[in-house]
C-alpha cells in the first residue's frame, strides 16, 4: 500500500517542497488549475511535463480562469506562445508549447519571454531541459496516468475521464517558503477542502 506521501523531501540540499494530488476528471483538472491559480503571482515559471493528453493543456485552461485573463486557453496549434491579458489587476497569462520548439532558451528569447516573465505568469508545456533557464524558482507539475497500461501508444482520447496522478514540486526559496509550503498543502488536499495545512 503506497500512502500519499506530501512531505518535503529531508534534503536539505536544494530547496524542494513536493506535494501529489490525484485528479479523478477533467473538471477537476480545471478546477485543480482554477486554484493553482489562487497561489501565483507576477513572476512565477510553471513547468507541466507529462505525455500527449495527460491534461497539461486542461489545467492552463482553469489557471487562465483563476487568474482572470482574457481569451480561452486552447493547444496552440501555430504559435508556440500565446500571452492572455489580464481583465483585472492580475498578472496577464503567457501559455508557451514549446513542443516543436528545438533550440531551447535562443528560440524562447525570440519569444520575449524573459521580458514579459516579471510581470506575468508563465506556464510552459513540453518544456524540461529548455526553459530552466529562465528562473530557478519554479513550480513543477508532472502529470501521470496511472491506468495508462494498455495505452502504450499513448493516443489523446477525448472525452472518458480517468485518474491523473499530478506531482507538483515547488523549487526555490520562492516554492519552499513556509507561506508557499501551506499554498501547496491546501491544493494537495483537494477541491473542497479547507485550509487544512496538513503540516510539513
Ligand atoms: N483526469 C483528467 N485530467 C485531465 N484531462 C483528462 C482527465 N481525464 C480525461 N481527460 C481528457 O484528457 C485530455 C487532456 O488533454 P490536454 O490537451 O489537456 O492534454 P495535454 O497534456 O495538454 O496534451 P498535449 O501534450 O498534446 O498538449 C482531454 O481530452 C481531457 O478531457
Ligand atoms: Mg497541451
Known amino acids: 500500500m503506497e500512502a500519499p506521501h506530501s512531505q518535503a523531501p529531508a534534503d536539505p540540499s536544494p530547496a524542494t517542497h513536493t506535494v501529489r494530488l ?9 478546477e485543480t488549475g482554477r486554484r493553482l491559480a489562487a497561489l501565483l ?41 500565446r500571452v492572455h491579458p489580464p481583465l483585472g489587476d492580475g498578472p496577464a497569462l503567457v501559455h508557451v508549447d514549446a513542443y516543436r520548439l528545438g533550440g531551447g532558451l535562443d528560440e524562447m528569447e525570440d519569444l520575449d519571454l524573459d521580458i514579459s516573465l516579471p510581470e506575468s505568469v508563465t506556464v510552459v508545456e513540453w518544456g524540461d531541459g529548455k526553459v530552466e533557464e529562465l528562473a530557478e524558482d519554479r513550480l513543477h507539475l508532472v ?5 495508462g497500461d494498455d495505452t502504450a501508444g499513448s493516443a489523446v482520447d477525448d472525452g472518458g475521464d480517468e485518474p491523473r496522478v499530478v506531482t507538483v514540486t515547488g523549487l526555490g526559496e520562492r516554492w519552499t517558503s513556509p507561506s508557499a509550503v501551506a499554498g501547496l ?7 473542497g477542502e479547507g485550509a487544512d495545512g496538513s503540516g510539513s
Open 185 to 191: 498543502a491546501v491544493l494537495g488536499a483537494g477541491p
Open 143 to 147: 502529470f501521470d496516468r496511472p491506468l
Open 22 to 30: 490525484t485528479v479523478d476528471s477533467a473538471e477537476l483538472m480545471r
Open 41 to 81: 503571482r507576477p513572476g512565477d515559471l510553471v513547468m507541466l511535463t507529462g505525455e500527449l493528453g495527460a491534461g497539461k493543456t486542461t489545467l492552463t485552461r482553469g489557471l487562465g480562469e483563476g487568474l482572470g485573463v482574457r481569451g480561452a486557453v486552447t493547444s496552440p496549434t501555430f504559435a508556440i506562445a
